[in-house]
């Protein structure tokens, strides 16, 4: 078998395994089943900017949050539908990631991440200060009429689950294909080394904003998703820990796999899930993992994997 059957395969093959875990597994794992899949949308964009082209950001809270509330706003002020309040949210997380690209992209490195979190901290103070537009720290409840969607009610668990689904499948899939396109191979140069890269004729300033707001998309899409489809919008969604979770979760499953966010989304989760049912500790645990990844797997579990077995995996 060629390897880019064997890279399609197990795509596929996942996806095939999620969509039937809905008929298979109890209702509260399918829940947390399709949380999952969105903040593993919101990983996948993350990994696009850190995983493939090597952009360190502590910023992507605010392009969750711009597609959550680009969402939300027009939904709560304007009673807007389901759709499009989606498409808003989308290209709410595209353009300000756009904005941020265009001024952050001026500095690299340690500068760049510095700079990507001053820009959320000034997103999420500007949430609270409008606090009578976006209803500050309280957020506000996405109205029932706004979560239905081409005829399905999204506060219901099987249509949440399968809007879930697909827009995960939407994600895996253009994920896949755009890493195996020649400019997911500019994205890995740029990574690699940028000064050979702008040698070959290629400019890094415009690779690495296309690739931060591909990567606003994502989060914009994942923010919109998940204030939909779980029914509330807050500014505590644009503080800095929704910055760390998707480098976590990269880190995880694998920086720079396609696979590597929705697996280290699920671990994570679960791993939270369990161990604070035992102990209010739960972070020292997951604290623990994180070394002993570092110590072990310091190329994450999937990154790990393709180094010692699967070179094909993507």
Not at 55 to 83: E, I, K, N, Q, R
Not at 237 to 260: N, R, W
Request: glycine share 14%.
């Amino acid at each position: 078998m060629s390897d880019r059957a064997k890279v399609w395969g197990l795509h596929l093959l996942v996806l095939a395994g999620l969509f039937a875990a809905q008929f298979l597994l109890p209702s509260y794992h399918v829940t947390n089943l399709a949380r999952i899949m969105v903040l593993a949308v919101f990983a996948m964009g993350y990994n696009i900017a850190f995983g493939y082209t090597g952009l360190l950001s502590l910023g992507h809270a605010l392009f969750f949050a711009a597609g959550m509330y680009g969402m939300g706003l027009p939904v709560w002020h304007l009673g807007w539908l389901s759709l499009p309040a989606l498409i808003a949210g989308l290209l709410a997380g595209g353009a300000v990631a756009g904005v941020v690209g265009l001024l952050a992209l001026r500095t690299a490195g340690v500068s760049f991440m510095i700079v990507t979190l001053m820009f959320a901290q000034a997103g999420y103070l500007t949430l609270l200060y409008l606090n009578s537009w976006t209803g500050g720290d309280e957020g506000f409840v996405v109205a029932r009429t706004g979560r239905v969607l081409l005829g399905f009610d999204l506060a219901t668990d099987t249509p949440r689950f399968v809007a879930a689904f697909a827009l995960f499948a939407a994600g895996l899939l253009l994920c896949l294909w755009l890493v195996r396109s020649p400019f997911g191979r500019v994205m890995v140069a740029m990574r690699e080394n940028e000064e050979r890269s702008r040698m070959l004729g290629y400019d890094p300033f415009r690779v690495k904003l296309v690739a931060l707001i591909l990567s606003g998309l994502y989060a914009g899409a994942a923010g919109a998703a998940y204030g939909m489809l779980f029914g509330y919008v807050g500014a505590t969604f644009a503080t800095i820990q929704y910055s760390i979770l998707p480098m976590l979760y990269v880190l995880l499953g694998g920086a720079g796999t396609v696979l590597g966010p929705f697996l280290g989304a699920l671990l994570m989760f679960y791993l939270i899930d369990i161990t604070s049912g035992y102990t209010d500790a739960y972070l020292f645990v997951v604290g623990a993992a994180l070394v002993g990844l570092v110590l072990f797997a310091p190329k994450g579990i999937l990154g790990t994997l393709r180094e010692r077995a699967l070179r094909w995996l993507p």
